[in-house]
C-alpha cells in the first residue's frame, strides 16, 4: 500500500512537470508561429497542470489511515477528485471550442513551418506519458492515475489534431487558413469524449459497482486453501482508493466451537491479506455447512 502510494505521487509529479513545460513550450511557439490550434494545445497542458495538483492532493489525501471519522479510511476522495479532473476537461475543451469558432470567422495568417516540428515532437512525449502514467495507473489501481494518464493520451490527439490542421493550411495556402482552428474544434469534442470515459469508472468506484469478478475469484480460490473452510458464499468486493475492503461470508463445519470458527475466519483474513497487498480489510462472517433443524 506505502509502496504504490509513493509510485502514484511520484508518477503525478512526472506528470506536473512535463505538463508545465510543454505547455510554456507550445504557447509560445503558438503565438509566434500563428496558430491557435498550438496555443489551445497549450490551454490544455496548462489545465492538466492544475488537475494533476489535485490528483496529487487526492492520493496524499485519499491514503490517510482510517480515523474515528472515517473509520473505512479516505479512499473515496480519490473518485471525487477525479470528477475535478473530468470538470476541467470540459472546462478546457469549452474554452477551446469558443475560441476556435471565433478564429474560423476571423480572417488570420497562415500558421509557421516550425510550428509542425513542434508538434511532431509533442504527439510523441504525450503518448509516451500516457503509457508511462496508464501503467502505474493499473499498477496501483488509482483512478486518479489512470484520469491522469487519459489527459496526456488527449493532449497526444489534439496535438496530432493541430499537427494535421497546420498541415492542411501551410500546404494547401490561400484559403485553408482556418484548417488548423477546425482541427482545433474537433480536438475539444475529443476531449469532452474522453472526460466520459474517466468520469464513469469513478462513478461506479462512488457507487460501489460491482466490477471485481477476477479478484472475487482468487479470493474464493485463495480461501479453499485455508485449513477448516469449507466453502464460501457471498463475496463482495469494493474499491476505495488504491485498495480494496471485501465481505465475505465464510461456510465451516456446524458442529464445531464458535471459538474454533472464529480463529478459522482469522487465519483467512490473515491469509487474504497477506496474498493481497491491495486488499486493506477483509469482514467475514461465518456460517456453518449444515443449519440446525427448528
Request: glycine share 6%.
Amino acid at each position: 500500500m506505502a509502496d504504490n502510494r509513493k509510485k502514484a505521487i511520484n508518477t503525478t509529479w512526472v506528470s506536473i512537470i512535463g505538463n508545465a513545460l510543454l505547455a510554456i513550450v507550445k504557447g509560445v511557439t503558438g503565438f509566434l508561429g500563428n496558430s491557435y490550434a498550438l496555443v489551445a494545445d497549450a490551454i490544455e497542458s496548462l489545465t492538466d497542470v492544475f488537475s494533476s495538483l489535485l490528483v496529487l492532493f487526492g492520493l496524499r489525501y485519499s491514503t490517510r489511515p482510517p480515523d474515528e471519522n472515517h473509520p473505512y479510511g479516505h479512499g473515496k476522495a480519490e473518485p471525487l477528485i477525479t470528477f475535478v479532473v473530468v470538470g476541467f476537461l470540459i472546462t478546457s475543451a469549452t474554452i477551446i471550442a469558443v475560441k476556435s469558432i471565433q478564429n474560423i470567422q476571423t480572417p488570420h495568417e497562415v500558421p509557421e513551418r516550425y510550428t509542425l516540428l513542434v508538434l511532431g515532437i509533442v504527439v510523441v512525449i504525450k503518448e509516451l506519458f500516457y503509457r508511462f502514467v496508464s501503467k502505474r495507473g493499473d499498477e496501483t489501481n488509482s483512478s486518479s492515475l489512470k484520469a491522469d494518464a487519459w489527459h496526456h493520451r488527449s493532449d497526444a490527439i489534439t496535438s496530432l489534431m493541430a499537427f494535421l490542421g497546420i498541415s492542411v493550411a501551410i500546404y494547401f495556402g490561400e484559403g485553408y487558413e482556418t484548417a488548423d482552428d477546425w482541427a482545433a474544434l474537433f480536438a475539444s469534442a475529443f476531449i469532452v469524449y474522453n472526460a466520459f470515459l474517466i468520469f464513469r469508472p469513478a462513478l461506479s468506484e462512488i457507487m460501489d459497482e460491482h466490477l471485481y469478478d477476477e479478484l472475487v475469484e482468487k479470493i474464493r480460490n485463495v480461501a479453499l486453501e485455508v485449513p477448516g473452510v469449507v466453502a464460501t458464499e457471498k463475496c463482495y468486493v469494493r474499491k476505495s482508493g488504491l485498495s480494496f475492503h471485501v465481505d465475505l461470508h465464510l461456510v465451516v463445519d456446524g458442529s464445531i466451537s464458535v471459538q474454533k470458527g472464529h480463529e478459522i475466519a482469522h487465519n483467512l483474513k490473515d491469509v487474504l491479506m497477506d496474498r493481497f497487498p491491495e486488499i486493506n480489510d477483509v469482514l467475514i462472517h461465518v456460517e456453518p455447512d449444515i443449519m440446525p433443524e427448528k
